[in-house]
């Protein structure tokens, strides 16, 4: 049974700091990415790594604040968050998928962890 378990998520001020992880069990992905949904939006792309080669990929909005990694020994990914700010409040969504295109996309990702909530204070 495959499962995505993320923790880490919390209440911070804005200009701190928060590291998510992702424990996943069952099997192995090829990439794996971070999600997130604010009150009354969508579930928008945050970050992915490639298990292989650790390429990353980020939005536009996170760029030079958060940090993807993986820990393949361990099966895990996090997600290091920096410089946080208010609007970065929402549900963080740990997902994985296999080869393929949609690396942005939430219908890329066949496999989803329950989410933690991100709080940041203004």
């Known amino acids: 049974q495959v499962q995505l378990v993320e923790s880490g998520g919390g209440l911070v001020q804005a200009g701190g700091s928060l590291r998510l992880s992702c424990a996943a069990s069952?099997?192995?992905?090829?990439?794996y990415g971070w999600f997130r949904q604010a009150p009354g939006k969508e579930r928008e792309f945050v970050a992915a790594?490639?298990?292989?080669?650790?390429?990353?990929y980020y939005a536009d909005s996170v760029k030079g604040r958060f940090t993807i990694s993986r820990d393949n020994a361990k099966n895990t990914v996090y997600l290091q968050m920096n410089s946080l700010k208010p609007e970065d409040t929402a549900v963080y969504y740990c997902?994985?998928?296999?080869?393929?295109?949609?690396?942005?996309?939430?219908?890329?990702?066949?496999?989803w962890g329950q989410g933690t909530q991100v709080t940041v204070s203004s």
């Open positions: 997902a994985a998928r296999d080869p393929g295109r949609m690396i942005f996309d939430v219908k890329g990702y066949s496999y």
């Open positions: 790594v490639s298990r292989s080669d650790g390429t990353t």
């Open positions: 069952g099997r192995t992905f090829s990439r």
